[in-house]
């Protein structure tokens, strides 16, 4: 199967900032990758499909961009709302696997 | 509007079978493309895919637990079943199901919506 391998695991940032996190398949996966958001206690939400698409309704400070093995979720400027843990998620094979995840927390 | 929605035990005791529940509306699992997905997440840890059925009936399982699982659809219900057997307090976790969403005419999907979540706990 399809191993994702995030980074960082975790980091910590400012209201403001812009973030990137990295997200590598073990494997081309050309650009079927997604993003999903993960607030405490709530189930996953759609970021971003096919490696750079915005879910409806997501708003645009959140970009992904990659194809092949290498991936990128950007916030551009991270507000009070974003602090979550984001995860990637190939859907290249029908063997769905996710990212470990990364844990964005205020500084 | 598509919903879903886990049922199911809470508690379960090592070696029993679990049995969960998905049920959904505003989408029908009749339709080409179509799929409902199960993903759980142990406590404070990531999430990992277990199963897939898509319209046709087709499955796919997690390799590494593909001997212990079984999805079934029920579609005149709209509901969804998953089966674990052999259940063991490293199974115990957050079971959430998910709609199985695509671009029409590609084959790029993805899981979106999701329901709530069910805790099942593996605790004699």
């Known amino acids: 199967d399809i191993q994702m391998t995030q980074s960082p695991s975790s980091l910590s940032a400012s209201v403001g900032d812009r973030v990137t996190i990295t997200c590598r398949a073990s494997q081309s996966i050309s650009s079927y990758l997604n993003w999903y958001q993960q607030k405490p206690g709530k189930a996953p939400n759609l970021l971003i499909y096919?490696?750079?698409s915005l879910q409806s309704g997501v708003p645009s400070r959140f970009s992904g961009s990659g194809s092949g093995t290498d991936f990128t979720l950007t916030i551009s400027s991270l507000q009070p709302e974003d602090f979550a843990t984001y995860y990637c998620q190939q859907s290249y094979s029908s063997l769905a696997t996710f990212g470990g995840g990364t844990k964005v927390e205020i500084k | 509007q598509i919903t879903l929605k886990e049922s199911g035990p809470t508690l379960v005791k090592p070696t029993q079978t679990l049995t969960l529940t998905c049920t959904f509306s505003?989408?029908?699992?009749?339709?080409?493309?179509?799929?409902v997905g199960w993903i759980r997440q142990p406590p404070g840890k990531a999430l990992e895919w277990l199963a897939l059925i898509f319209w046709d009936d087709d499955k796919r399982y997690s390799p590494s637990l593909e001997n212990r699982l079984t999805i079934t659809k029920d579609t005149s219900k709209n509901q969804v079943v998953l089966t674990v057997t052999n259940m063991d307090p490293v199974d115990t976790a957050t079971y959430y199901c998910a709609h199985r969403g695509l671009v029409v005419g590609t084959t790029y999907n993805w899981f979106d919506p999701w329901g709530q979540g069910t805790l099942v706990t593996v605790s004699s």
């Open positions: 096919a490696a750079s």
């Open positions: 505003g989408f029908s699992l009749s339709t080409s493309g179509v799929g």
